[in-house]
């Protein structure tokens, strides 16, 4: 956060709007981007079971339909349900033991977690600054309208002494 | 008018060629026509940029079908020639496949004595799924992989086909308007020499 502070009781409407605008920016920035962590998430959770279900004990040599391309597959079978390649990014992979990837994986899910906690903070942060924004706005309004009042009963005043 | 739009040729697929008009004044005789002349200019034109949008979103499916196709074919010719590379190369095929977006892991294929039997399934779309021995998959892979070649050239030839033809139409469009901006002015020259004689 910038380290000016600005008083928002002497901000005008227009002024109260813009700031708002802009926290309703970041809070939908900060959105989007816990539903990317969120979606992610899935996918590694997702990897975890798969490596569970293929490498439980009866799946050694468990017969399949075996993906080659995106709408080919060959009759097959499972060879060494015990051994997984990971993508590990940067165009590297690792075969791993079952009980690694499985390691591998949650400690992608954890981390992920916890960033996730962080974004939530700051959303409940962001919204709660918004809301006061929202409150601020409405009494300047309730401010402004009582000004107006007020110089139109004097102009009424001013009018009935001249007549 | 319809006989200007009815008169020009047609491309293989039947797209209308734009007509160029060479003179506004010979187009429309009379001015109160303006309107409806216009419209159907802007008509045509928006039918064409409709189509042009079409034809582009297919030869966008087509540009990502068409590597698939290949890759598998490749992979089926593979198959087929592993199994003929000899009566004592009997041993099965090992291969990675993705388990997950990530995630790969290993799995082997067996290899029928009669290579001919090999068998694989084909994702046709549409939640459909047939199993097709070797032979026939690849002769249905390189069909669809040539219809899908063909399909894009057509459309590319389209797409060239209706670029030219939204150029003419907007310029046919600007002609028009530019007539008929004309054509207000002088009738608003002419009114105010009425009134200055008048005076």
């Known amino acids: 956060m910038s380290s000016q502070k600005i008083d928002l009781t002497k901000l005008n409407p227009e002024q109260l709007n813009a700031v708002k605008q802009q926290f309703d920016q970041e809070l939908q920035h900060f959105t989007q981007s816990l539903q990317a962590l969120t979606m992610a998430k899935g996918k590694f959770t997702e990897c975890i079971d798969d490596i569970k279900t293929v490498s439980q004990a009866g799946n050694e040599g468990q017969k399949l339909l075996v993906p080659a391309s995106a709408s080919l597959y060959i009759p097959g079978k499972i060879v060494d349900n015990k051994k997984f390649m990971v993508d590990i990014g940067t165009g590297y992979y690792v075969e791993k033991s079952a009980e690694a990837a499985i390691a591998f994986y949650q400690k992608k899910v954890d981390k992920l977690n916890k960033e996730s906690v962080q974004i939530q903070d700051i959303i409940k942060e962001k919204t709660q600054y918004s809301l006061s924004i929202e409150a601020q706005i409405r009494q300047a309004a309730i401010r402004q309208h009582e000004a107006m009042s007020k110089q139109q009963q004097q102009q009424q005043k001013k009018e009935s002494s001249t007549a | 008018m ?127 799924m047939l199993e097709y021995p070797i032979d026939e998959a690849i002769e249905l892979l390189k069909k669809k992989l040539a219809d899908s070649e063909q399909s894009l050239t057509v459309s590319t030839e389209d797409v060239e086909f209706l670029r030219e033809n939204i150029t003419t139409m907007e310029v046919n469009c600007a002609r028009l308007y530019n007539w008929d901006v004309q054509r207000r002015q002088d009738l608003k020259q002419a009114q105010e020499g009425t009134k200055n004689l008048k005076i």
């Open chain 2, 2 to 128: 319809d006989t200007l739009f009815n008169s020009t040729e047609k491309n293989a697929r039947g797209i209308p060629q734009a007509p160029f008009i060479e003179n506004v004044n010979e187009i429309i005789k009379d001015p109160s026509d303006f309107e409806l002349c216009f419209n159907k200019f802007q008509e045509r034109l928006s039918k064409y940029k409709f189509m042009q949008e079409s034809k582009l979103a297919t030869i966008k499916q087509l540009k990502t079908r068409i590597p698939d196709l290949e890759n598998t074919l490749k992979i089926c010719q593979s198959l087929r020639n592993h199994s003929d590379e000899g009566d004592e190369s009997d041993e099965p095929i090992l291969l990675h496949y993705q388990l997950n977006d990530t995630l790969y892991t290993k799995a082997q294929v067996d290899i029928p004595e009669d290579r001919a039997d090999l068998k694989v399934g084909l994702w046709l779309g549409a939640d459909v």
